[in-house]
């Protein structure tokens, strides 16, 4: 049952049906029966603004995609508890064999400000700890910078957090020591639409 609040959803359906289905079908079907072969997998934010597969022009089947909020990796922790981004991982890492992990930040990411402000009080259950995971490492980067370089620099510092704790995961950290697997950082500045690049211990400049 589809209602008024889901039309948006239910005509842009009818568009992909009308418009881009007929060309695509053939690509879609070779997907079905060869399965997937994902070059990358990205680690992005849920935030509506910064999807992975517009930022990189990306057709079906290219892209191995975790959104979670603030684009953050938690550490290794083969705990048997529900690790939603690990299993990805795993998954993506051991089976499809992605060559690259991306983890994207972007600007004005409510998570990261979370960090920074705490969590709305009316999600004390999930966000809450969730964003904790972030907090000592933006907290210290806001000692560092201006009061006017504190959103973006907390947003790469929760990048480069993410980074760190993939290398925790003893078969990334192999991968990438052979040369078989490479991680890259990105920012995506959504108002100017340029995507920056972790170089180095600390510097994210624009990708040409
Ligand atoms: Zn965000």
């Not at 997937?36 to 057709?59: E, G, M, Y």
Request: hydrophobic fraction near 45%; glycine fraction near 10%.
């Amino acid at each position: 049952m589809i209602d008024k609040s889901t039309d948006a959803l239910l005509s842009g359906y009818r568009r992909f049906r009308q418009d881009r289905w007929p060309a695509a079908r053939a690509e879609y079907e070779a997907l079905a029966s060869d399965g997937q072969r994902p070059h990358t997998l990205v680690v992005a934010c849920s935030d509506s603004r910064a999807d992975p597969a517009l930022i990189f022009d990306t057709a079906p089947g290219q892209l191995f995609v975790v959104r979670n909020v603030a684009n953050l990796v938690p550490p290794y922790e083969p705990d048997g508890h529900l690790h939603g981004v690990s299993a990805a991982l795993e998954f993506g890492v051991k089976v499809l064999g992605v060559g690259r992990i991306v983890v994207m930040g972007h600007a004005h990411c409510g998570g990261v400000a979370a960090m920074r402000d705490g969590a709305p009080d009316n999600c004390r259950d999930f966000v809450a700890p969730w964003v904790g995971q972030g907090t000592k490492v933006v907290r210290r980067v806001a000692q560092e910078v201006g009061p006017d370089q504190i959103e973006g620099a907390a947003e790469e510092a929760v990048v480069r957090l993410s980074l760190e704790n993939l290398r925790t995961f003893p078969w990334i950290a192999e991968r990438e020591a052979a040369g078989a697997l490479v991680l890259t950082g990105l920012h995506f500045g959504i108002a100017d639409g340029v995507l920056r690049a972790l170089r180095g211990p600390g510097r994210f400049e624009p990708l040409a």
